[in-house]
């Protein structure tokens, strides 16, 4: 069939034949387009004779020495000069080390194993020793020995790679470290230099470290703490949000102000603490503060607690106090004590019924009766006739407040800012208060004097305001008719005296004359 010329008729077609593509020998390898040899006829049929290699072709392949096509092969360029430092370059050698440290005045231990990491620099010969890390090991670890050219002996030389093997103790600084280890690159690098490199050592156990496992892996005891936490919060879990709300009042007779305060107590269920507001009212006299105690859990009794408890320094705990407040202390017409105030229970809100219902068994929630404790309003006291003035008079200073002293606002105007100021010693003063020197500046607009003292330096004596501004009443007036001191009694030479100190004025500044000269009828024309 196959030597059959391709003309119709000679040629049999495969009626179950479905496939008429050509197989793919074009393709790119490498970045260049090479043919491949052909596999497959159209269709998919395979290729067997084409890709068969006969006999003289098996020998010519096998035969065949490249050296002919292409010549001979050129040698490989020798590879650049490196020194050692760039060679050398991070390679480290990583050793394992132990060594004991003993323990003193201890009876539980008499040494410890502590382990290390060694590390070799290879550029310099440099060594570093890391301590391994350990938790509650109770020594500062990590770096051990920084990195550094470590001595061997006193002859000078320095540890190299050529001392340091699985089995070798290491004296670095009086420290004697036993190599037990290595990683797997040391051991390929050590071997590469032709060094028979031992097998690793089973490391000592560390006595306190083995003790501490051992109590670690023993099941232990149900801690106290915990417990309690978990009680705290299933009890937060439960009764969050839960609030226990009595209405009272506080009978604060005892104090200046003798007031009954209304007063709410709430005590959470979710932490057995409580708190106080007051409940203010409109012009109640009162500083509006939420709170007269703060949230917080209140003992019942303060000072119920034991006799050689220190007051002075410390603050009462839970370990002091014996009884705190709990919700079976409260009830309607109940007195509790908080910190020494007697508050009176007279009401609560639906929630702390319901609470007290289901709990204790209460169903009489009547409010109590605190009407008859509010203070009635006392009546003004007429006192008797004095006989002083007509009666109405004296019935208007029963009923109404004093009216304040009247200024005069017109004198304040045209003398606002006017200060006369004049220098003053004592008079007849003994030898140490002979060197004190006084500034009296008198205020025109409200008859006010002020005295300050002037500093003198070594006198012994501290300068500054001798008497505040007021007015001074002379000493020849009575208390009835004052009689006050006025700028005509100032005078240079003259004495003053005030509160039973007598001054001697010595000079007056230049304002004075200037003042005396705008207006001389302030002043009496003998002066």
């Known amino acids: 069939m196959q030597n059959l010329p391709l003309l119709p008729g000679y040629n049999f077609n495969d009626p179950t034949k479905n496939r008429y593509h050509r197989c793919q020998t074009l393709g790119y390898r490498n970045g260049f387009a090479i043919p491949k040899q052909p596999r497959f006829k159209i269709g998919g049929e395979t290729l067997l004779d084409y890709n068969v290699l006969n006999e003289s072709e098996l020998d010519l392949l096998m035969n065949y020495n490249p050296v002919l096509t292409y010549g001979q092969a050129k040698e490989c360029p020798p590879s650049a000069f490196q020194p050692s430092f760039v060679e050398l370059d991070k390679k480290v050698l990583g050793f394992k080390c132990w060594f004991k440290e003993t323990i003193y005045e201890c009876p539980t231990e008499s040494y410890r194993v502590r382990f290390l990491n060694l590390y070799y620099y290879l550029e310099d010969d440099s060594i570093s020793v890391e301590e391994e890390k350990s938790v509650n090991s109770g020594f500062p670890q990590g770096t051990f020995i920084s990195r550094r050219q470590i001595p061997k002996n006193d002859a000078g030389g320095i540890w190299t790679w050529n001392d340091l093997n699985v089995g070798t103790n290491v004296n670095l600084f009086g420290k004697v470290m036993h190599i037990y280890d290595y990683n797997a690159s ?7 230099q032709g060094i028979e490199v031992r097998c690793p050592e089973c490391p000592p156990k560390d006595p306190y470290t083995e003790m501490r496992r051992c109590l670690e892996m023993r099941p232990a005891d149900p801690d106290p703490c915990i417990a309690k936490e978990c009680i705290k919060l299933c009890k937060f879990l439960k009764n969050d949000r839960k609030v226990l709300r009595f209405y009272g009042i506080w009978d604060d007779n005892d104090q200046f102000h003798k007031h009954l305060r ?6 959470y269920l979710s932490d057995d603490t409580m708190d106080v507001k007051e409940i203010h009212h409109q012009n109640d006299g009162r500083d509006l503060f939420p709170f007269i105690v703060s949230r917080h859990k209140i003992p019942k009794d303060r000072s119920d607690v034991h006799p050689d408890f220190n007051w002075g320094t410390l603050e009462l ?10 919700p079976k202390d409260f009830g309607i017409g109940k007195t509790v004590q908080v910190y020494n105030r007697p508050i009176l229970l007279y009401n609560c809100d639906d929630f702390t019924k319901a609470y007290y219902w289901k709990n204790f068994g209460i169903t009489d929630f009547t409010p ?6 509010y203070p009635t309003l006392r009546t003004k006291d007429i006192p008797p006739w004095n006989l ?6 004296s019935m208007q200073n029963v009923y109404s407040i004093p009216n304040a002293p009247k200024k005069d606002y017109g004198k304040m105007l045209n003398y606002q800012g006017v200060v006369l100021r004049y220098l003053m010693t004592l008079h007849n003063p003994t030898p140490i208060e002979s060197c004190r020197r006084f500034v009296l ?17 070594n006198s012994g004596f501290i300068g500054g305001t001798f008497l505040a501004r007021s007015r001074i009443r002379k000493p020849s007036s009575s208390v009835d008719e004052p009689e006050f001191y006025g700028p005509n009694d100032f005078k240079i030479g003259s004495v003053i005296e005030i509160y039973s100190r007598k001054f001697r004025i010595i000079d007056a500044d230049k304002y004075v004359l200037k003042f005396m000269t705008e207006y001389p009828d302030q002043f009496d024309r003998k002066w």
Do not use: C
Not at 186 to 192: G, H, I, M, N
Not at 317 to 326: D, G, R
Not at 388 to 393: E, Y
Not at 445 to 457: A, I
């Open 186 to 192: 040391t051991r390929d690098w050590l071997e590469s």
């Open 262 to 267: 209304t007063v709410v107590l709430q005590f």
């Open 317 to 326: 705990s839970e370990m002091e106090v014996k009884e705190y407040f709990s």
């Open 368 to 373: 109590a009766d605190i009407s008859v404790r």
């Open 388 to 393: 002083h003035g007509t009666l109405d008079d």
């Open 441 to 457: 500046s008198y205020s025109l607009s409200g008859d006010l004097v002020n005295v300050y003292e002037t500093e003198q330096p």
